[in-house]
């Protein structure tokens, strides 16, 4: 069982940065591939940028360049540096832990709002 609690969010203006950190517990992390989706109101739940095991990466094109996915197996955490801010990048994010189709865990989510 891995428990994922997300932080970070908040209100910032367009082209602002925010950091979302997501905290793991349960083992093994190191393992996990870790997500970070996010979904606006009214939409479905999408993916935005993955960081697997060996530390590869993937981001979504729409977040390419302005967002950046970290982890630290040390202390079970994987952060999500995101930069250069629109009013489009407004969601609720959520960390996301999958081993395997029967291990996959997800956090409460946070909010991140971008507005003037």
């Known amino acids: 069982q891995v428990q994922l609690v997300e932080s970070g969010g908040g209100l910032v203006q367009p082209g602002g940065s925010l950091r979302l950190s997501c905290a793991a517990s349960g083992s093994p992390f190191n393992l996990y591939l870790m997500n970070w989706y996010r979904q606006a109101p009214g939409k479905q739940r999408d993916l935005v940028a993955s960081?697997?095991?060996?530390?590869?990466?993937y981001y979504v094109d729409s977040v390419k360049g302005r967002f950046t996915i970290s982890r630290d197996n040390a202390k079970n955490t994987v952060n999500l540096q995101m930069n250069s801010l629109k009013p489009e990048d407004t969601a609720i994010y959520y960390c996301?832990?999958?081993?395997?189709?029967?291990?996959?865990?997800w956090g409460q989510g946070t909010q991140v709002t971008v507005s003037s």
């Open positions: 996301n832990a999958h081993l395997d189709p029967r291990h996959v865990y």
């Open positions: 960081i697997f095991s060996n530390e590869n990466t």
